[in-house]
């Protein structure tokens, strides 16, 4: 757009955006929100996205840090399940998911789709990176379906990918957690006693308070940035 011409545009707010501003304005004056941050260092992490790239088991499927930050929130939940959950308002119940629809949020020609993997849990990693793909794709070829985008439980947003450290995540209307992913970039770390360049990135965790309190916040945070540390933990906590 050209300033010496229109002094202003004027963009009708209907469809996925109007649909998205209105649940992410309920949510935000509904759950009382949390944040809670942690910077890592995903070194391994990294290391281990390549190897995998080169595993037959992976052949033809995405492998990228996403998919192993998917699996750790997924270990995560697992050892520590009441954060998934969802607040029931009008029987004043908390109800505890047990499963989980892993939501990924998506940056689209409509606007901010939120679809969810249906029960992530049970996957196997290829069988979450083959997931993660068909609904990356699908998601921008705009054939997302309405069933595809309920049922969610936790969600991931990847704010990384736009080169930003961190952020504040608004909780996808009745889900109890959300985990945003800055961007992994090199920096100077104190690793084995040394200061070393490594890949860093930092994760922050929101989450309703009137069903998730600090502490189990802070393990579920906590045990994510643990696995991504160290991802073979990713074999012995799965």
Do not use: C
């Not at 802070?218 to 991504?228: F, N």
């Amino acid at each position: 757009m050209s300033y010496d011409t229109a002094r202003e545009t004027r963009i009708p707010v209907k469809g996925v955006r109007k649909a998205t501003a209105a649940a992410m304005v309920g949510s935000a004056f509904t759950a009382p929100h949390v944040t809670e941050f942690v910077t890592v260092d995903v070194t391994r992490t990294m290391k281990l996205v390549e190897e995998l790239k080169q595993d037959k088991e992976f052949a033809g499927l995405r492998v990228n840090p996403l998919l192993l930050i998917a699996k750790a929130l997924l270990v995560a939940i697992r050892r520590n399940p009441d954060i998934n959950a969802s607040w029931d308002e009008a029987a004043q119940e908390i109800v505890v998911k047990h499963y989980v629809n892993l939501g990924i949020a998506a940056a689209t020609p409509r606007g901010l789709i939120v679809p969810n993997i249906k029960d992530a849990h049970a996957k196997t990693l290829p069988q979450l990176a083959e997931s993660l793909g068909e609904l990356v794709s699908t998601a921008r070829e705009g054939k997302t379906s309405p069933a595809a985008m309920q049922g969610g439980t936790v969600t991931i947003t990847n704010v990384g990918v736009f080169g930003v450290d961190t952020g504040t995540p608004i909780l996808n209307p009745g889900e109890s957690a959300i985990l945003a992913v800055g961007a992994i970039k090199p920096q100077p770390w104190v690793h084995k006693g040394k200061v070393k360049p490594r890949q860093v990135t930092t994760l922050a965790l929101s989450f309703d308070h009137r069903l998730v309190d600090g502490e189990l916040g802070s393990k579920v945070l906590a045990d994510v940035a643990a696995i991504l540390e160290q991802p073979k933990r990713l074999i012995t906590w799965a």
